[in-house]
């Protein structure tokens, strides 16, 4: 256990795996999370980046045991928060940790909140599964929430209905209802992905002050590589199931080491060059000479990736896995093909406890 | 919502003439149309009396008229709010309309009106001596007499009428010999203008009896006329309760609808519908609860057990309990519970027993120590298997629209928002999932309303239950017209007004439903 | 680390989401139709519809009160009544059949699809040709007419010239409709189908009245001998001495007289009615009624239920609330109130009744095809169409119909099942068409005016009724699930 609240990490994922049945064909399971590692920290954004498939929205629902089982199921792997696994809990224990020590937000503002009940009703009930108070203090808890999230004339919306409001709106009542009760980590699955660009902004906005005046771990999930640059402090990359790159967001964007992860940033076109196509990312993750290019090559670091021919591949280590987290340089790790090499330079797992502010740069000035 | 509730009552109104137009249509089609029943029903053997009967009857309902002024005649009747003088109502609930005035004897251009039919139609001396006559009397015998006045009128219009028809169908013949085209009407009737048109021609075959017809025409229609004039004063006088009440006294009234008079029995619509209507009400009133008792909670669980073996245990029961068509089962119960060749444990028919009115309302001991079952337990065992047979039709419908809600809803966003704020299963399942189910499950309402007030027709035949569906069938087979058209009228009405309350309920229950 | 089970394949959340490893699609209504074809509930169901379709078109030759063969046992001449009294219109459904059934599952060149297409506009050719044909001999026939008229419809020439007429004009309605390629293949079809309805239909222009008891008394003098078929009763043939028969009974055991002879020992399977007419035989030559009233009835309501739907649907408006009121007229009251009614007053014959229950129940299709036409009007095809300027009876026809028919169709399986409960209640009660017989109406004799209960007739006929509705419920839950793409997320 932490003697002080910033000096341990707030969450951490230890090799998690998580298969499902598989609907359309059902000889055969897919194997959303593979084998991931991550760690949040308090007051800390880390941002988890990837396509559709990749596994991200599984391994956030997997920390509040929020997967249907069946068809899902946790083949291995620990979660850990404040030191203790999540996914030993049994379900009447997780019902303490859901919505009090962590909360979710999720992608569709439009049809998360229950349209019969009034928004005041659906906080309420998040207020009163956690806390003692009576009906009374959980109304003016409920108002007070809603204040913090920017919702005007919040004591007479209390008594509206969720399709009486606009999706940024419902949003912020969903981040309220979340918030009500003080969680220490908030899960943000895509928050901004349903809305305009400018109402984006706000809600991401708001997201960063709560977390300051909350001292609140985030772990912010999205595919957009804006959103990350302007909002996280540290970055998890991820493809397949596991995670092929975790640095600090700076240090992602200024010198990315995974092919993939080059790939998705040349791909943004940039104002400043004129180019006649746009690179993809299929074009640099098929390029034998990205993979050279990572520091230790020659040694037996190669960066993992699927469909990285067998010729490429180093030899594995028998009775091993075939792919490992290594920590390349200090803090920043690349997903590689398990070798020789790293089998005798066994690194530590992800903990990167980073946040921009702490340098003192503001958020928003991209430094890139 | 006061506004939508009166807005969807305003609504049902062209409904429920569109229904009634479309059963009166129908009844058109009839082949015969719409007196075919008039005349079966009257049952007379002698012609003379049948050619009576007939005559009185087309007068009365005017069936020769065009099917539209007919219908527009009925609506008229229905409608609450009347022009006009206003109809009075007998102690037995009968309307009595204004007597109609006489028309003149057709074809004046050949048989002009004689001295003494001229002096009657202008007679205003009559009609003093009448009135006085009628204020002195009491009013019971002021009803007695025009009874009395009404039987009289009714027979001597209904005689004129018959002299004129069968004056009709000897020029029928008339204008045949005489090769004149265009005289006859499909409906069979002579088209006295057209005659009128062409000379006399005294040499024809039947002329004796044109002749002597016309002279009894003249007769007839004397006495008609006096008849008119005495019961036309009666009337006036109002020996029996005016209907409705007056807004503008004489040219507007507002009143209850008249339904008619049942003609295959002879009573109005009205007492015989006040009647069947509560039977039939009262069984879907209990069977209702019944279904939705047994069907909502076996479509929930099935729900949370989706794939184990209740849910498909009570799918395919359910399923199977859908195919069974009523009239089958309504067979078996009769047969196999009621009647006393097997089991016997029920009563066959009807749903009082014949001691009934002499009991007890509830159950008691004699007091010799015999049980006696009292009114209501009587009630309720004759109850038994009509409801029985009437109920298992709903639950499938509704288990499987509760099963498929709840599955439906369980997949929704919103459940796993309330998962993610820590809510357990069972409260989700219950506060969240069943409460947005229930919005659908009010839906189907108006789907299985209808589907067991329809089966409640088959139910009453075969339990020979004295409800609205077997009056309908009743009035069928005699060719009602009155009867049919005051039932549809009335069933349509509670259908709507039961639709109008699924509505209103589901309006209750979703908020997103707004009704400014 | 990855966790495998050795007997399944994993396959990652990239793969999955590309399709990777799913089992191959195929076209919509197939993938459908093997669906509904693994459940074992449906292909018992199906089993059962085609049983009742058999029996439906081969009853006259399974239960007639003419024998197959007829002796003289003293000149020794053989006659065929049976063959010889057979309607046209069941000469051709059983040849129909015969031919149809191998035409369709053979293995030939023409996709089976064509050739299914084309069996059932044949079908519908012969069925249209019969009927009017059968309409113009009453129509000649008729009291009304002047008695020329009456006498000419009675001769041989009339009935090859009527039907001949009437056969040309559906087959010139059928070419076009004909779903070969080649013109040529289109006029053999036709005129096969025209010449065989007219072969028959001048054979048996009028039916002859005989009087069916005649064969078992001349079998009983010695006079002749006779093979029946399976069931030796006609559906009409009844002797009040014959009323309510317990199943099992002789002929003999009611009829004295012809103990001792061959057709004393006739038995009466499942007893008789309350007319003396065997029960068997009529529940034979119900399936025919049932069948036709199901499908016919259905196809009506559907055809006029998607048609306003479609309207209402795509014009809005106007339109859509001038129909809708219309719509709700015919809901506003109990369908089998307003069947009561038409049945009641309208003649009791078999086309009235599929027109009536026809024409009550094309609500649910009309309201299904108004939602899904609502829903596409604002989709971006349909959009795209109307800017491109298509006409309005293209973009209908041919986008929108396709994709706004199917709840339509899922829910026809239901609505056969419906037709069918309807025409069982009406005959109930009385009300069905007269002459044929029917389950319903058997069943209505179960429960007597004297109080007994005649088990066999509320048994076999309910029974009959039942398996057949659950058939077709059972066949429609499978078509449910099958297309229905809510059900099917909700079932993984």
Same mark, same amino acid.
């Given at each position: 256990m932490?003697t002080?609240?910033d000096?341990?990490p707030?969450?951490?994922?230890?090799?998690?795996?998580?298969?499902?049945?598989?609907?359309?064909d059902?000889?055969?399971?897919?194997?959303?999370?593979?084998?991931?590692?991550?760690s949040?920290?308090?007051?800390q954004?880390?941002?988890?980046?990837?396509?559709?498939g990749?596994?991200?929205?599984?391994?956030?629902?997997?920390?509040?045991?929020?997967?249907?089982? #069946?068809?899902?199921?946790?083949?291995?792997?620990?979660?850990?928060?404040?030191?203790?696994?999540?996914?030993?809990r049994?379900?009447r224990d997780?019902?303490?940790?859901?919505?009090?020590?962590i909360a979710?937000?999720?992608?569709e503002?439009?049809?998360?909140?229950? #349209?019969?009940?009034?928004?005041g009703?659906q906080?309420?009930?998040?207020?009163?599964?956690?806390?003692?108070?009576?009906?009374?203090?959980?109304?003016?808890?409920?108002?007070?929430?809603?204040?913090?999230?920017?919702?005007?004339?919040?004591?007479?919306?209390?008594r509206?209905?969720?399709?009486?409001?606009?999706?940024?709106?419902?949003?912020?009542?969903?981040?309220?209802?979340?918030?009500?009760?003080?969680?220490?980590?908030l899960l943000?699955?895509?928050?901004?992905?349903?809305?305009?660009?400018?109402?984006?902004?706000?809600?991401?906005?708001?997201?960063?002050?709560?977390?300051?005046?909350r001292?609140?771990?985030?772990?912010?999930?999205?595919?957009?590589?804006g959103?990350v640059?302007?909002?996280?402090?540290?970055?998890?990359?991820?493809?397949?199931?596991?995670?092929?790159?975790y640095a600090?967001?700076?240090?992602?964007?200024?010198?990315?080491?995974h092919?993939?992860?080059?790939?998705?940033?040349?791909?943004?076109?940039?104002?400043?060059?004129?180019?006649?196509?746009l690179?993809t990312?299929?074009?640099?993750?098929?390029?034998?000479?990205?993979?050279?290019?990572?520091?230790?090559?020659?040694?037996?670091?190669?960066?993992?990736?699927?469909?990285?021919?067998?010729?490429?591949r180093?030899?594995?280590?028998?009775?091993? #896995?075939?792919?490992?987290l290594?920590?390349?340089?200090?803090?920043?790790?690349v997903?590689?093909?398990?070798?020789?090499?790293?089998?005798?330079?066994?690194?530590?797992?992800?903990n990167?406890?980073?946040?921009?502010?702490?340098l003192g740069?503001?958020?928003?000035?991209?430094?890139? | 919502?006061?506004?939508?509730?009166?807005?969807?009552?305003?609504l049902?109104?062209?409904?429920?003439?569109g229904?009634?137009?479309?059963?009166?249509?129908?009844?058109?089609?009839?082949?015969?149309?719409?007196?075919a029943g008039?005349t079966?029903s009257?049952?007379?053997?002698d012609?003379?009396?049948?050619?009576?009967?007939?005559?009185?009857?087309?007068?009365?309902?005017?069936?020769?008229?065009?099917?539209?002024?007919q219908?527009?005649?009925?609506?008229?009747?229905?409608?609450p709010?009347?022009?006009g003088?206003?109809?009075?109502?007998?102690?037995?609930?009968?309307?009595?309309?204004?007597?109609?005035?006489?028309?003149?004897?057709?074809?004046?251009?050949?048989?002009?009106l004689?001295?003494?039919?001229?002096?009657?139609?202008?007679?205003?001396?009559l009609?003093?001596?009448?009135v006085?006559?009628?204020?002195?009397?009491?009013?019971?015998?002021?009803?007695?007499?025009?009874r009395?006045?009404?039987?009289?009128?009714?027979?001597?219009?209904?005689?004129?009428?018959?002299l004129?028809?069968?004056?009709?169908?000897?020029?029928?013949?008339?204008?045949?010999?005489?090769q004149?085209?265009?005289?006859?009407?499909?409906?069979?009737?002579c088209?006295?203008?057209?005659?009128?048109?062409?000379?006399?021609?005294?040499?024809?075959?039947?002329?004796?009896?044109?002749?002597?017809?016309?002279?009894?025409?003249?007769?007839?229609?004397?006495r008609?006329?006096?008849?008119?004039?005495?019961?036309?004063?009666?009337?006036?006088?109002?020996?029996?309760?005016?209907?409705?009440?007056?807004?503008?006294p004489?040219v507007?009234?507002?009143?209850?609808?008249?339904?008619g008079?049942?003609?295959?029995k002879?009573r109005?619509?009205?007492?015989?519908?006040?009647?069947a209507?509560?039977?039939?009400i009262?069984?879907?009133?209990?069977?209702?609860?019944?279904?939705?008792?047994i069907?909502?909670?076996s479509?929930?669980?099935?729900?949370?057990?989706?794939?184990?073996?209740f849910?498909?245990?009570s799918?395919?029961?359910?399923?199977?309990?859908?195919?069974?068509?009523?009239?089958?089962?309504?067979?078996l119960?009769?047969g196999?519970?009621?009647?006393?060749?097997y089991?016997?444990?029920?009563?066959v028919?009807?749903?009082?027993?014949?001691?009934?009115d002499?009991?007890?309302?509830?159950?008691s001991?004699?007091?010799?120590?015999a049980?006696?079952?009292?009114?209501?337990?009587?009630?309720?065992?004759?109850?038994?298997?009509?409801?029985?047979?009437?109920?298992?039709?709903?639950?499938?419908?509704?288990?499987?629209q509760?099963?498929?809600?709840?599955?439906?809803?369980y997949?929704?966003?919103y459940?796993?928002?309330?998962r993610?704020?820590?809510v357990?299963?069972?409260?989700?399942?219950?506060?969240?999932?069943?409460r947005?189910s229930?919005?659908?499950?009010?839906?189907?309402?108006?789907t299985?309303?209808?589907?067991?007030?329809a089966?409640?027709?088959?139910?009453?035949?075969?339990?020979?239950v004295?409800?609205?569906?077997?009056?309908?069938?009743?009035?069928?087979?005699?060719?009602?017209r009155?009867?049919?058209?005051?039932?549809?009228?009335?069933?349509a009405?509670?259908?709507?007004?039961?639709?109008?309350?699924?509505?209103?309920?589901?309006?209750?229950?979703?908020?997103?439903?707004s009704?400014? | 680390?990855?966790?495998?089970?050795?007997?399944?394949?994993?396959?990652?959340?990239?793969?999955?989401?590309r399709?990777v490893?799913?089992?191959?699609?195929?076209?919509?209504?197939?993938?459908?139709?093997?669906?509904?074809?693994?459940?074992?509930?449906?292909?018992?169901?199906?089993g059962?519809?085609?049983?009742i379709?058999?029996?439906?078109?081969?009853?006259?030759?399974?239960?007639?009160?003419?024998?197959l063969?007829l002796?003289?046992?003293?000149?020794g001449?053989?006659?065929?009544?049976?063959?010889?009294?057979?309607?046209?219109?069941d000469?051709?459904?059983v040849?129909?059949a015969?031919?149809?059934?191998?035409?369709?599952?053979?293995?030939?060149?023409?996709?089976?699809?064509?050739?299914?297409?084309?069996l059932?506009?044949?079908?519908?050719?012969?069925?249209?040709?019969?009927?009017?044909s059968?309409?113009?001999?009453?129509?000649?026939?008729?009291?009304?007419?002047?008695?020329?008229?009456?006498?000419?419809?009675?001769?041989?020439?009339?009935?090859?010239?009527?039907?001949?007429?009437?056969?040309?004009?559906?087959?010139?309605?059928?070419?076009?409709?004909?779903?070969?390629?080649?013109?040529?293949?289109?006029?053999?079809?036709?005129?096969?189908?025209?010449?065989?309805?007219v072969v028959?239909l001048s054979?048996?222009?009028?039916?002859a009245?005989?009087?069916?008891?005649?064969?078992?008394?001349?079998e009983?003098?010695?006079?002749?001998?006779?093979?029946? @078929?399976?069931?030796?009763?006609?559906?009409t043939?009844?002797?009040?001495?014959?009323?309510?028969v317990?199943?099992?009974?002789?002929?003999?055991? $009611?009829?004295?007289?012809?103990?001792? @002879?061959?057709p004393?020992e006739?038995?009466?399977?499942?007893g008789?009615?309350?007319?003396?007419?065997?029960?068997l035989?009529?529940?034979?030559?119900?399936?025919?009624?049932?069948?036709?009233?199901?499908?016919?009835?259905?196809?009506?309501?559907?055809?006029?239920?998607?048609?306003?739907?479609?309207?209402?649907?795509?014009?809005?408006?106007?339109?859509?609330l001038?129909?809708?009121r219309?719509v709700?007229?015919?809901?506003?009251?109990p369908?089998?109130?307003?069947?009561?009614?038409?049945?009641?007053?309208?003649?009791?014959?078999?086309?009235?009744?599929?027109?009536?229950?026809?024409?009550? @129940?094309?609500?649910?299709?009309?309201?299904?095809?108004?939602?899904?036409?609502?829903?596409l009007?604002?989709?971006?095809?349909?959009?795209?169409?109307?800017?491109?300027?298509?006409?309005?009876?293209?973009?209908?026809?041919?986008?929108?119909?396709?994709?706004?028919v199917?709840?339509?169709?899922?829910d026809?399986?239901?609505?056969v099942?419906?037709?069918? @409960?309807?025409e069982?209640?009406?005959?109930?009660?009385?009300?069905?068409?007269?002459?044929q017989?029917?389950?319903?109406?058997?069943?209505?004799?179960?429960?007597?005016?004297?109080?007994?209960?005649?088990?066999?007739?509320?048994?076999?006929?309910?029974?009959a009724?039942?398996?057949?509705?659950?058939?077709?419920?059972?066949?429609?839950?499978?078509l449910?699930?099958?297309?229905?793409?809510?059900l099917? $997320?909700?079932?993984?």
């Amino acid at each position: 256990m932490s003697t002080s609240p910033d000096s341990a990490p707030l969450l951490e994922v230890r090799n998690l795996a998580v298969s499902f049945e598989n609907s359309a064909d059902p000889s055969s399971r897919v194997q959303a999370v593979a084998g991931v590692d991550l760690s949040v920290w308090p007051r800390q954004t880390l941002a988890v980046v990837g396509e559709s498939g990749c596994g991200k929205s599984v391994t956030a629902m997997s920390t509040m045991q929020l997967l249907p089982r #069946p068809p899902a199921r946790y083949d291995c792997g620990e979660i850990l928060l404040d030191g203790e696994d999540l996914l030993k809990r049994s379900e009447r224990d997780m019902l303490a940790v859901r919505g009090s020590k962590i909360a979710m937000i999720f992608q569709e503002p439009m049809t998360s909140l229950n #349209p019969v009940y009034t928004i005041g009703d659906q906080i309420i009930e998040a207020i009163l599964l956690h806390q003692h108070v009576s009906h009374r203090q959980a109304v003016e808890i409920a108002i007070q929430a809603m204040n913090d999230v920017g919702i005007p004339k919040a004591e007479e919306r209390i008594r509206a209905y969720p399709h009486q409001f606009s999706g940024g709106m419902r949003q912020r009542v969903m981040i309220a209802m979340a918030l009500a009760c003080r969680p220490r980590l908030l899960l943000a699955d895509e928050p901004t992905t349903a809305l305009d660009v400018t109402i984006q902004a706000q809600i991401l906005e708001l997201l960063r002050e709560l977390q300051r005046t909350r001292q609140m771990g985030i772990m912010l999930i999205t595919h957009n590589l804006g959103v990350v640059a302007e909002n996280a402090d540290v970055v998890c990359v991820m493809y397949a199931g596991r995670v092929v790159e975790y640095a600090n967001v700076f240090d992602l964007f200024d010198r990315p080491l995974h092919p993939y992860t080059r790939g998705l940033l040349k791909s943004i076109p940039s104002l400043h060059d004129a180019k006649h196509r746009l690179t993809t990312v299929d074009e640099v993750v098929r390029d034998p000479n990205e993979f050279r290019k990572l520091a230790g090559f020659e040694k037996g670091v190669v960066p993992w990736w699927p469909e990285t021919p067998a010729e490429a591949r180093p030899l594995g280590v028998p009775g091993q #896995p075939a792919y490992r987290l290594h920590e390349i340089e200090p803090g920043r790790w690349v997903g590689c093909w398990m070798s020789e090499h790293l089998e005798a330079h066994p690194s530590r797992k992800p903990n990167l406890e980073f946040r921009r502010n702490d340098l003192g740069v503001v958020s928003g000035a991209a430094a890139i | 919502m006061l506004a939508y509730v009166v807005r969807r009552l305003l609504l049902m109104i062209p409904t429920l003439l569109g229904i009634t137009l479309l059963v009166f249509m129908l009844l058109a089609l009839a082949p015969g149309g719409i007196g075919a029943g008039l005349t079966a029903s009257s049952g007379q053997v002698d012609g003379s009396k049948l050619a009576l009967q007939q005559a009185y009857l087309e007068d009365r309902y005017g069936l020769k008229d065009p099917v539209l002024v007919q219908y527009g005649r009925w609506l008229a009747r229905i409608a609450p709010i009347k022009f006009g003088t206003p109809d009075q109502i007998t102690l037995a609930g009968e309307h009595k309309s204004k007597p109609r005035a006489i028309d003149a004897p057709p074809l004046p251009e050949w048989f002009p009106l004689s001295d003494a039919a001229i002096a009657a139609r202008d007679a205003a001396t009559l009609k003093r001596g009448v009135v006085a006559a009628i204020n002195e009397t009491e009013r019971e015998d002021a009803q007695r007499a025009y009874r009395r006045l009404e039987t009289d009128y009714v027979s001597s219009r209904a005689a004129y009428r018959a002299l004129t028809k069968k004056l009709g169908d000897e020029l029928i013949e008339y204008a045949i010999a005489q090769q004149i085209s265009g005289v006859r009407t499909s409906h069979g009737d002579c088209r006295f203008d057209v005659i009128a048109t062409t000379p006399a021609k005294r040499d024809a075959s039947n002329w004796a009896a044109i002749e002597a017809l016309a002279t009894q025409i003249d007769a007839a229609y004397i006495r008609a006329l006096k008849s008119y004039q005495l019961i036309d004063v009666a009337f006036a006088a109002k020996p029996f309760r005016e209907a409705g009440v007056a807004i503008v006294p004489g040219v507007i009234s507002i009143g209850s609808p008249d339904l008619g008079v049942a003609f295959s029995k002879g009573r109005p619509s009205s007492v015989l519908i006040a009647s069947a209507l509560p039977v039939t009400i009262l069984l879907n009133v209990i069977a209702f609860p019944i279904i939705y008792l047994i069907a909502v909670p076996s479509g929930v669980l099935a729900a949370a057990r989706r794939g184990k073996w209740f849910d498909i245990l009570s799918g395919g029961l359910f399923v199977a309990l859908w195919s069974i068509p009523v009239v089958w089962s309504g067979v078996l119960a009769v047969g196999y519970l009621a009647s006393n060749q097997y089991v016997g444990a029920f009563p066959v028919a009807g749903l009082h027993d014949s001691l009934a009115d002499s009991w007890t309302f509830l159950p008691s001991f004699r007091d010799d120590g015999a049980f006696e079952r009292g009114y209501l337990l009587d009630l309720f065992w004759h109850i038994c298997l009509p409801v029985a047979c009437l109920v298992y039709t709903g639950f499938a419908i509704l288990a499987k629209q509760t099963r498929a809600a709840m599955l439906d809803n369980y997949s929704a966003d919103y459940v796993r928002t309330a998962r993610a704020k820590g809510v357990d299963r069972g409260t989700v399942a219950v506060h969240h999932v069943f409460r947005n189910s229930l919005l659908p499950v009010i839906t189907v309402f108006v789907t299985v309303f209808p589907a067991t007030l329809a089966g409640s027709i088959v139910i009453e035949r075969i339990f020979s239950v004295p409800g609205m569906g077997s009056l309908l069938l009743e009035a069928i087979t005699n060719r009602d017209r009155e009867l049919v058209l005051a039932n549809t009228f009335m069933v349509a009405c509670v259908n709507l007004l039961a639709l109008l309350l699924a509505d209103i309920l589901y309006a209750a229950a979703d908020p997103r439903v707004s009704y400014e | 680390m990855t966790s495998k089970r050795p007997e399944l394949r994993v396959i990652s959340g990239i793969d999955a989401m590309r399709g990777v490893g799913a089992t191959e699609p195929k076209g919509f209504w197939a993938d459908a139709w093997s669906r509904v074809l693994g459940r074992t509930g449906a292909i018992i169901a199906l089993g059962w519809i085609g049983v009742i379709a058999f029996l439906a078109i081969f009853a006259p030759l399974l239960a007639s009160g003419h024998p197959l063969v007829l002796t003289d046992t003293a000149t020794g001449t053989r006659s065929w009544p049976l063959f010889d009294n057979l309607s046209a219109s069941d000469l051709l459904l059983v040849i129909g059949a015969v031919v149809g059934v191998p035409w369709v599952s053979f293995p030939l060149r023409i996709a089976r699809s064509t050739r299914l297409a084309a069996l059932l506009i044949a079908g519908l050719q012969a069925g249209l040709t019969v009927v009017a044909s059968v309409g113009v001999a009453e129509w000649f026939g008729s009291p009304a007419r002047d008695l020329a008229l009456r006498q000419a419809s009675r001769e041989a020439w009339f009935a090859w010239a009527a039907s001949g007429g009437v056969a040309l004009l559906f087959a010139l309605a059928a070419m076009f409709v004909s779903p070969f390629a080649s013109r040529a293949a289109r006029l053999v079809q036709v005129l096969i189908v025209a010449a065989l309805c007219v072969v028959c239909l001048s054979q048996r222009w009028t039916p002859a009245l005989v009087d069916v008891d005649r064969y078992s008394e001349l079998e009983a003098s010695g006079a002749a001998t006779a093979i029946y @078929t399976l069931v030796p009763w006609s559906p009409t043939q009844g002797r009040t001495s014959l009323n309510l028969v317990p199943p099992g009974t002789r002929l003999a055991d $009611k009829l004295p007289a012809f103990e001792g @002879t061959v057709p004393g020992e006739r038995r009466f399977v499942m007893g008789t009615d309350n007319v003396g007419r065997d029960a068997l035989s009529q529940m034979l030559h119900a399936c025919r009624l049932s069948i036709s009233i199901g499908i016919v009835s259905t196809g009506l309501a559907v055809l006029i239920g998607v048609s306003v739907g479609a309207l209402m649907g795509y014009f809005g408006g106007k339109v859509d609330l001038i129909f809708f009121r219309v719509v709700e007229i015919f809901m506003a009251i109990p369908v089998l109130f307003l069947l009561i009614v038409a049945a009641g007053v309208l003649p009791r014959n078999t086309y009235v009744m599929m027109a009536i229950i026809g024409c009550v @129940t094309w609500t649910g299709a009309a309201r299904f095809t108004r939602a899904e036409f609502l829903k596409l009007r604002s989709q971006d095809f349909v959009q795209s169409a109307r800017a491109a300027g298509l006409p309005l009876r293209s973009i209908l026809f041919r986008h929108m119909l396709p994709n706004g028919v199917t709840p339509v169709l899922v829910d026809s399986s239901f609505a056969v099942a419906a037709a069918i @409960t309807f025409e069982a209640t009406l005959s109930f009660l009385g009300l069905g068409p007269e002459g044929q017989p029917s389950w319903g109406q058997l069943l209505a004799s179960a429960t007597g005016a004297t109080g007994l209960f005649n088990w066999w007739l509320a048994i076999f006929p309910g029974l009959a009724i039942f398996l057949t509705v659950l058939s077709y419920n059972v066949l429609g839950e499978a078509l449910r699930d099958a297309i229905d793409p809510k059900l099917r $997320k909700a079932a993984q």
